[in-house]
């Protein structure tokens, strides 16, 4: 058996950097990972614009208004947010001015409308503003040539609107890992057919491509297979075309018919090992095809493949869209009853994580923890981590737990 920590730094020796390139629009770029950086081709705002709907003025004929003593000025232009127009004042005028119009050449202040008396032909100023008052000056937000973004930021809602800020139609991003799903496993129903004795509903399939899709992947659930080898083998490479990651499920363990392991042990590029942890013992990482695409050969008990989904799968596809890998966000807290563990065997328990007004989080184990029972999944939000060497946890304990990804 090898360590958990070993099995990951391999398949991060193999799954070494993020998928070239690709220039994306911007809408379809949503969520993925930038890899260059964004700069603004002009200063924004472009143009020095007035803050506020009002009047645009020369400070030193208002700086006497007040409401006892109001100054009226005759209005000589109104310009609109969008006017492409050339305007300027000479003191004793002013201009009618909105929200984002361009500032006309000799003002130095808007005032507000709301100082006025909103006059079109004539406006009366009841304020005096002072020098620059509401007026957006051209570069104040971002100076030509600024770098607005790096390379590694994941382009959510706000880095979007930068980028169409500073104009850009298309972004150069990685690309969605495509991950495909392959279940495994003769007694496998598709859902919607009934069941004969013997045979179960595919469930893995779609775990694991909503997985895949919950950390940032192009999730692709081709479905199962039963066991038939040259089936399997067929299937697998006639998938490649379409895929960055492959995963299948079933297989792997010391049975009869665990084909997976048996058609891809004789390639020669997959290794299959134990890895010391519970659930998913049965393990097996490699690469397939001429493009040496990964391939990752989970345990196919449903919790044993969820479990090792989140333990490798999503650090190799953090890595392919352009982050760093990152184990799941953990947590102190203390176990609400007690466990038990296998000597020698890191143990993942299922647990719903609840956090106590006295600041402490505690994580109460689900009592179906076989690596069949995927019922609890639902209801599970954290991984317990019990260490290889301890067999046993008393109520209270503290541990260290991992949050599983929640979908708001
Ligand atoms: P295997 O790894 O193929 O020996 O399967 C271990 C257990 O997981 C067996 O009880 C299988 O029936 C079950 N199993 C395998 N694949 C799936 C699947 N896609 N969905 C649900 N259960 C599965
Ligand atoms: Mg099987």
Redesign the pocket.
């Known amino acids: 058996m090898i360590p958990v920590d070993r099995h990951i730094e391999r398949i991060l020796s193999v799954v070494d950097a993020p998928l070239e390139p690709i220039e994306l629009a911007l809408m379809e770029a949503q969520g993925t990972v930038l890899a260059e950086e964004a700069a603004a081709p002009v200063s924004l705002p472009p143009f020095d614009n007035s803050a506020m709907d009002g009047y645009a003025v020369v400070t030193s004929d208002v700086a006497t208004a007040t409401s006892d003593a109001p100054v009226s000025l005759p209005v000589v232009a109104d310009i609109a947010a969008g006017d492409t127009g050339a305007y300027a004042i000479r003191p004793g005028m002013c201009a009618r001015i909105m929200t984002g119009a361009p500032l006309p050449g000799g003002a130095d202040a808007v005032v507000p409308v709301e100082w006025t008396d909103g006059g079109v032909a004539k406006v009366r100023i009841d304020r005096a503003p002072k020098l620059h008052n509401a007026i957006r000056r051209a570069g104040e937000d971002v100076a030509a040539g600024t770098v607005v973004l790096r390379p590694g930021r994941t382009l959510g809602a706000g880095e979007l609107g930068v980028l169409a800020s500073v104009g850009r139609r298309t972004v150069r991003v990685h690309p969605r890992p495509r991950v495909v799903v392959l ?3 003769a ?2 129903v598709d859902v919607g057919k009934q069941l004969a004795t013997g045979q ?6 779609y775990t694991l491509t909503a997985a895949a899709s919950e950390v940032g992947a192009l999730g692709y659930r081709h479905g ?1 297979i039963g066991d038939e080898p040259a089936l399997v083998l067929d299937t697998l490479e006639d998938l490649l075309v379409r895929a960055d990651i492959l995963i299948t ?5 010391m ?1 009869a ?2 084909v997976v392991k048996e058609v891809l042990s004789r390639l020669g590029t997959v290794d299959f090992t134990k890895v010391a942890m519970q659930p998913g013992m ?1 393990q097996g990482f490699g690469v397939i095809g001429e493009d040496r695409t990964p391939i990752f050969t989970l ?4 919790v ?2 969820y479990v090792s989904f989140q333990l490798f799968v999503r650090p190799a596809i953090q890595r392919m869209r352009g982050l760093d890998p990152r184990a799941l966000p953990t947590v102190n807290a203390r176990l609400t009853h007690p466990v038990r563990s296998p000597q020698g065997k890191r143990s993942f328990l299922r647990a719903t994580l609840t956090y106590g007004g006295d600041g402490e989080y505690r994580a109460a184990p689900v009592t179906r923890q076989g690596s ?1 029972q ?1 019922s609890a999944l639902a209801e599970t939000d954290a991984l317990v981590i019990v260490p290889e060497e301890v067999t046993e946890l008393a109520a209270g304990v503290g541990v260290k737990v991992l949050r599983l990804p929640r979908t708001p």
């Open positions: 279940s495994t496993g007694e496998l179960i509903w595919d469930s893995n399939s199962f499920s079933g297989g792997v363990s049975g018919h665990d049965p345990p196919g008990n449903p044993s493949a069949h995927l």
